[in-house]
């Protein structure tokens, strides 16, 4: 291996975050002359950019780390993210890590990786980088350097917040869709949340370098741009004067015309009236898609939980949604086996679930996470209960999507074209499809011959959904 790579896991914030990381070393260090070489006179970089929002997160993360230094023994291994914030002697106890980087520390990195690849013999080698969510297939190739000595990890970066502009991403790797980090932090302080300790305090970017940062974007071919926050649904609230999603959505939509929003996730009660009048409005530039970060549909375990909503307001909002936006896609978080949810706060959950229109879910059995109120709460649910009620809503979870793609059949639809890949063999030769995701969010796949769909990577494309495949939707062009 050579070169530098960032290994992701976690949420859209860190796909944001990694990137950035990315560009700044290719500016930095590529700028510099500081690449990795091949020729072993300078260690390999390696950085990963972990998770923690569950414990399941940060066993993955763990892993991750000790796979990497397995397979890349003489790489500079540095450890970042929210797990490194959150249990960074854990981190530092790991072998062959270097640094362990906390949260505010992220914008210090690239610096520090200059200082320390300084300190080695000079290579004329260019940088080469990846931002990948899984580890690499491939061992050392023979005949590579002997792996790095490498001192006990140096620890910085874990007091006061990263700045919401301290990390800015101008290119995404082979994406077609782009991220746009508009907030951070967050202090709702849900009880079973851990992350407002790892994140910080909420911290919106600006409407003017939020908008400036958005027209960067298109002007570098991208034709839908993602909003991400830690909690998307507050942005505003700490700026002076304040501001609101709706008020940024208005500008975005002005710097950018020809580029379509996608919303990241919200809470129920953040999806206002005026917000819908936008998702709702025909050709409004407002993907008809929403993520819902609900968690239960039963009001004793929202109220335990600290959710300031009850099941039927997310009721009434659904309802709502599909009056003014028939075709909108709503997928939903969902947490079970919360403490002190009993048979029926589960079965009342399954059934708000069941009763509305939700196209999918996204289920995660209740973590418990040290430091938390809800660790310390009675009424814990055994692990094979979580597990049970986790599966059932899976299930659920797949008869609403394909609900959801029945009632889509036959839609002309706006995609964006995120590959292109060969899907089967003909009588002449392979099979291709380009597939992408529509403006409400699902997956749509058109066969065509490569010579005529290559160049559709990264164009908006409409089309005609005609059939349902193995989880995508088959259409053709209009």
Avoid at 189 to 211: K, V
Avoid at 398 to 423: D, G, S, T, W
Avoid at 432 to 451: I, K, M, T
Wanted: glycine residues 10%; aromatic residues 4%.
């Amino acid at each position: 291996m050579s070169g530098l790579a960032i290994h992701t896991l976690g949420c859209k914030i860190n796909f944001y975050e990694s990137a950035a990381l990315e560009n700044a070393c290719r500016r930095v260090l590529g700028a510099a002359d500081a690449g990795v070489g091949n020729d072993g006179t300078r260690p390999p970089v390696i950085v990963v950019n972990t998770c923690a929002v569950t414990a399941r997160a940060g066993m993955q993360s763990r892993q991750l780390i000790r796979r990497l230094h397995r397979r890349h023994p003489d790489a500079l291994l540095v450890v970042t993210g929210c797990y490194a914030q959150l249990a960074p002697d854990e981190v530092a106890a790991i072998p062959g890590v270097a640094a362990v980087v906390g949260n505010p520390g992220k914008e210090r990195l690239v610096a520090w990786l200059a200082g320390r690849l300084s300190s080695s013999a000079p290579t004329s080698s260019g940088l080469i980088s990846a931002c990948l969510s899984s580890p690499p297939s491939s061992p050392l190739p023979a005949g590579s350097p002997a792996p790095a000595v490498v001192a006990a990890p140096e620890c910085f970066g874990f007091t006061g917040e990263l700045p919401v502009a301290a990390l800015r991403a101008a290119g995404f790797g082979d994406r077609a869709r782009a991220f746009l980090k508009v907030q951070d932090g967050c202090d709702s302080f849900c009880r079973y949340c851990i992350i407002p300790r790892l994140r910080g305090r909420p911290r919106s970017m600006p409407p003017g370098p939020a908008a400036a940062e958005a027209v960067g974007l298109a002007a570098a071919g991208f034709r839908e741009i993602v909003l991400t926050g830690v909690h998307l649904g507050c942005y505003g609230v700490d700026l002076e004067p304040r501001t609101s999603l709706e008020e940024l959505v208005d500008r975005l939509r002005e710097a950018v015309p020809g580029v379509r929003l996608r919303l990241g996730s919200l809470q129920p009660p953040e999806i206002t009236p005026q917000l819908l009048e936008r998702i709702a409005a025909p050709d409004s530039g407002v993907c008809a898609h929403l993520h819902l970060s609900l968690q239960s549909g039963d009001d004793r375990v929202l109220a335990a939980m600290g959710r300031p909503y009850g099941s039927a307001a997310v009721t009434a909002l659904m309802t709502d949604l599909v009056r003014r936006a028939p075709r909108v896609t709503v997928g939903a978080d969902v947490i079970c086996g919360f403490p002190g949810e009993t048979d029926a706060a589960f079965a009342a959950t399954r059934a708000l679930v069941r009763d509305l229109p939700f196209a999918y879910l996204h289920v995660f059995p209740w973590s418990s996470r040290p430091g938390t109120p809800a660790a310390e709460m009675s009424g814990q649910v055994p692990e094979g209960v979580r597990t049970s009620r986790a599966k059932q809503l899976v299930e659920l979870g797949k008869q609403k999507k394909l609900e959801c793609y029945k009632k889509n059949l036959m839609h002309c639809m706006n995609v964006l074209v995120e590959r292109v890949q060969a899907c089967g063999a003909a009588a002449d030769g392979p099979v291709w499809q380009a597939v992408g995701r529509s403006d409400n969010y699902l997956p749509v796949a058109v066969e065509g011959c490569r010579e005529g769909i290559e160049n559709l990577v990264g164009r908006m494309i409409e089309v005609m959904s005609r059939e349902l495949g193995d989880g995508i939707m088959r259409a053709q062009l209009c």
